[in-house]
């Protein structure tokens, strides 16, 4: 009921296109993932940064006088010790900037292609690493964060829609799945330089941190420059057919008739010749588009409503709230971030061959068995003033990485994956921008309030987003179609066969609109 059947996907795989993975596909990819490489060291380089001493105690003594027993004789509970909002503004300023800039990067990679996004992209966050790097007040080392926010709200937009678009159809889950390898990757690297900074002398070892973010932006930015524009963006941006019929010729390594069959799918899909503004009106005021403008909402909000930012941020300040020691604390988060990026590599290889909604609702099912466990050890043995013992942290770290294995093969790359597959040409990066922008909105919400929810919560916090992850589960079961090897621009025409979603479809109407197509924007 709450997919397409089979018979009626492979309907639409109506002749595949001719093509294979081909090392120039494979290059300009791995190139386009150092975007997500960026996003994953920014989450990770925070939560540890946050929680060094050096780092504490020069710009956020309160916080640091509570960790060690100086507040003035004032009981402070096991779960308020990082209660801080500007602790916690100083990591959710990054989303906040990303959030605002998402609709000029929605303008920029529709007029001026993927490329044009990546590059702003790779100079705005090298600008913001060396910016935070060489902080010497907290004003200074926010302002680095939101430059970086700038630079991220650029490559999220860019990036997802870029691998998606060059990646071909039997291979699209695998290589938009990188995009949430290479996220994983960067927390590592960020995971592994907070561990390492954190033992170097004299208290400057988050300064380092910081920095590191301005390598992989300076080779996406150089990158960017060399690397092939998508034949979907050359198309949208009236680019000789001849030419792109030539790139993709490159891309998919064929010259068969499957090239001219993907070629003229591209056309068709872009013949309305919409401009980013419009694309966003259409679909908030278009009913054809109702099933994808939910999606684009409810996917990325669901992603952050599993709390797995709550755990990606504040891991390493989570780890020292049970009792672990700074050093153990980041080691335990470099420990639970290589399970992740071993779960993500087994989303690669499954999702073109199970589906995405097989992962969605078995990643969902092991997150929710494992949040509830970790509330319930919390709960029962560490309380206000109370201490787990060995036994149980390392249970919890065992429980923490299982919850972050099931994120990362599910919702971790299918979060990106689905929102940037999804949409026709004519509203794609319209789209994309509403996706991006409610993911940072949430992310910058459950950055900004995770330490005080944790402390008015307390293990509580953990049942909150069991809770959600339910929610989100059953919405996958009920209302998200399979999408499992179809070109992405026959995508669209899944709606029309779905049980709930056909009813907003209108084939044939007298507005223009037609099953699977798009409108003429001339007659807005």
Known sequence: MASAAAPEIQELIHHPYDGRVTSFVVLSCVTACLGGIIFGYDIGVSGGVTSMDAFLERFFPEVYRRMHGGGGGERVSNYCRFDSQLLTAFTSSLYVAGLATTFLASHVTARRGRRASMLVAGAAIAAGATVGASAAGLATVILGRVLLGVGVGFGNQAVPLYLSEMAPPSRRGAFSNGFQLCVSVGAFVAQLINFGAEKIAGGWGWRVSLAVAAVPAAFLAVGAVFLPETPNSLVQQGEDHGKVRALLSKIRGSDGAGVDDELDDIVAADRCKVTARRGLTLMLTHRRYRPQLVMAVMIPFFQQMTGINAIAFYAPVLLRTVGMGESAALLAVVIKQVVGIGATLASMLAVDRFGRRTLFLAGGAQMVISQLLIGAIMAAQLGDDGELSQASALLLIVLVAVYVAGFAW???????????????????????????????????????????????MKAGIFFFFAAWLVAMTAFVYLLLPETKGLPIEQVGKLWARHWFWRRFVVPDSGDGEEEGGAIDADKL
């Not at 919702?411 to 949409?423: A, K, M, N």
């Not at 409610?438 to 929810?453: G, K, P, Y």
Request: aromatic share 10%; charged share 5%; glycine share 6%.
């Open 410 to 456: 599910s919702w971790g790359p299918l979060g990106w994956l689905v929102p940037s597959e999804i949409f026709p040409l004519e509203v794609r990066s319209a789209g994309q921008s509403i996706a991006v922008a409610v993911n940072f909105l949430l992310t910058t919400a459950v950055a900004q309030s995770f330490l005080a929810m944790l402390c008015q």
